[in-house]
C-alpha cells in the first residue's frame, strides 16, 4: 500500500462549490504539506503542518483552508470554488527538517 | 524575478548521452540542495540531496552546487529511457523549514 495516499484522484467541479481533497499517511511523520502545481509555475505551498495543533499558511493560502484531523490525516478544502485553482494538487509528509518530502500522488482538479 | 530558475525544457537526448540539468537562485542563504524527479503522474520523489557546495555521487547521478555563483546542477551519465521525467530543484535556508521548488525541467530520454 502507498504511504501517502490522496482521494479523490481526479475531481471537476463547478465554479461556487465546496471540495475537500483528503490526504492520509502512514510513515508517521509529524510534518505534512499540501502544494499545487502548475505548468511554467512549478509547485507553491499552499499550507503546512508540524504537528497536528500547528497550521501555517504558505505563499498562496487564499481561498484554501486545511484541517489536521490527526497526525496520519490532513485536509485541504476550497470553500467556493474558482476556475484560476484548476491545478495539480499534492500532499506530502516528512520527518526531521523536511529535506525529504514523500508525496502523494497528487489531486487532479478542474474547475469549470 | 523568482527565487530560484529552471529552464522548463523539454530537453531531448538519445540514450547514452550525458545530461546536464540546472538551476540557478538569488538567495544566498540557501544551504541545502535538492533535486526531486517527478514521473509523469505521479509525485515527486528525492533522488539527490547536497548540503552547502560540493558534489555528490550516487551511481549515474551526480548533484553539484556552487554557492559563489549562486547554480547547481544534476548531471545524468548514460542516460536511460527510464530517466524521462521532470526533474526539480528544491533548496531551503539553514532553519527555514520549507522548501522553495524550480518549475522543473522535462527531460526525454530517447532509445
Redesign the interface.
Known amino acids: 500500500d502507498a504511504d501517502v495516499t490522496q482521494t479523490p484522484r481526479n475531481r471537476i467541479t463547478k465554479t461556487g462549490k465546496r471540495i475537500m481533497l483528503e490526504c492520509s499517511q502512514t510513515k508517521g511523520h509529524d510534518r505534512m504539506y499540501w502544494y499545487r502545481q502548475d505548468p511554467g509555475l512549478g509547485l507553491r505551498l499552499i499550507y503546512y503542518s508540524f504537528d497536528v495543533k500547528d497550521i501555517n499558511k504558505g505563499e498562496i493560502s487564499d481561498g484554501y483552508s486545511v484541517s489536521r484531523q490527526a497526525q496520519a490525516k490532513f485536509s485541504l478544502s476550497l470553500e467556493s470554488a474558482i476556475p484560476n485553482q484548476t491545478a495539480l494538487y499534492f500532499c506530502a509528509t516528512s520527518d526531521g527538517a523536511g529535506d525529504t518530502q514523500y508525496f502523494g500522488p497528487g489531486t487532479r482538479l478542474t474547475v469549470l | 524575478q523568482k527565487e530560484v530558475e ?1 529552464d ?1 525544457g523539454p530537453l531531448s537526448v538519445p540514450e547514452g548521452a550525458i545530461v546536464s540539468l540546472n538551476c540557478t537562485y538569488s538567495n544566498s542563504a540557501f544551504q ?1 540542495f ?1 533535486w526531486y524527479r517527478q514521473y509523469s ?6 533522488l539527490m ?1 547536497t548540503y552547502s557546495s560540493g558534489n555528490k555521487e550516487d551511481g549515474r547521478f551526480t548533484a553539484q552546487v556552487d554557492k559563489s555563483s549562486k547554480y547547481i546542477s544534476l548531471f545524468i551519465r548514460d542516460s536511460q529511457p527510464s530517466d524521462s521525467a521532470t526533474y ?1 530543484c ?1 533548496m ?1 535556508n539553514t532553519g527555514f ?3 522553495v ?4 525541467t522535462r527531460l526525454l530520454v530517447s532509445p
Do not use: S
Open positions: 529552471q522548463p541545502y535538492m503522474r505521479k509525485g515527486p520523489e528525492l540531496y526539480l528544491a531551503r523549514q520549507k522548501l521548488f524550480g518549475t522543473g
